[in-house]
């Protein structure tokens, strides 16, 4: 298994650019998520999604378009890149039941400048 | 809301020494409390977790946490601390909503000779 694979590895945008990030998982997960990192501030909640068509907002989600339409890809988009965007983005995924609930499993990232 | 509070923004400690990175956690119900390690330049990685099994909570790597919920915390120890050890270390609790993870704000670990 790959596990949770994400692409690009490095982006750089100018400000108002749109762009996708795109995060797939091979483990037949129904969960998956997107979190960014910034210096000092740990991992914040983009989106999620709890299965195939469906999404929710999580703690920063402004800026930010997601749509589930399989179980293995869940691509985020930035419709209008502002720098404040500028942050490591992981994609993440679980199962919801069993022995391993809520056990993420984090891709490698996505470092995104935006100037 | 669930929360976790990591106390400590850098730890420094000696090649062989013990590593104690303290998590004190808020929560209305019993938690689901993580740690991850994340290596620099990569993603994260669960060292352990504590689901109400078990107190004490043996990870990868020679990690271990205790779930104390007199105190509310979940503290990662490790007995003697290895260069390889050198990473950022975050705390996360399961949010209430769904299968989220509410992060600390990391601790990052310095392992010196």
């Known amino acids: 298994n790959a596990g949770v694979t994400q692409t690009p590895k490095f982006q750089v945008l100018k400000t108002g650019q749109s762009m996708t990030l795109q995060c797939a998982q091979d483990m037949n997960h129904e969960y998956m998520s997107w979190y960014r990192q910034d210096p000092g501030m740990g991992l914040r909640l983009i989106h999620y999604s709890v299965g195939a068509g469906i999404t929710d907002q999580g703690e920063v989600p402004n800026g930010y378009n997601v749509s589930r339409s399989t179980t293995e890809d869940f691509p985020l988009r930035l419709l209008s890149a502002a720098p404040s965007q500028t942050s490591v983005y992981f994609c993440?995924?679980?199962?919801?039941?069993?022995?391993?609930?809520?056990?993420?499993?984090f891709g490698p990232g996505t470092r995104l400048t935006v100037l | 809301a669930q929360s976790v509070t990591q106390l400590g923004s850098h730890v420094s400690v000696s090649e062989g020494a013990l590593v104690l990175l303290r998590c004190n956690y808020s929560?209305?119900?019993?938690?689901?409390l993580f740690w991850y390690v994340q290596y620099p330049n990569q993603g994260l990685q669960l060292l352990l977790k504590?689901?109400?099994?078990?107190?004490l909570v043996k990870g990868i790597n020679g990690f271990e946490a205790e779930f104390k919920k007199s105190e509310t915390s979940f503290h990662l120890t490790k007995p003697s601390a290895h260069m390889s050890d050198a990473a950022e270390y975050f705390c996360a609790v399961r949010s209430n909503s769904g299968y989220a993870l509410n992060f600390g704000k990391g601790t990052s670990l310095l392992v010196t000779p």
């Open positions: 504590y689901t109400s099994a078990a107190t």
């Open positions: 993440a995924s679980s199962r919801t039941s069993g022995a391993v609930l809520a056990t993420q499993y």
């Open positions: 929560s209305s119900v019993p938690p689901y």
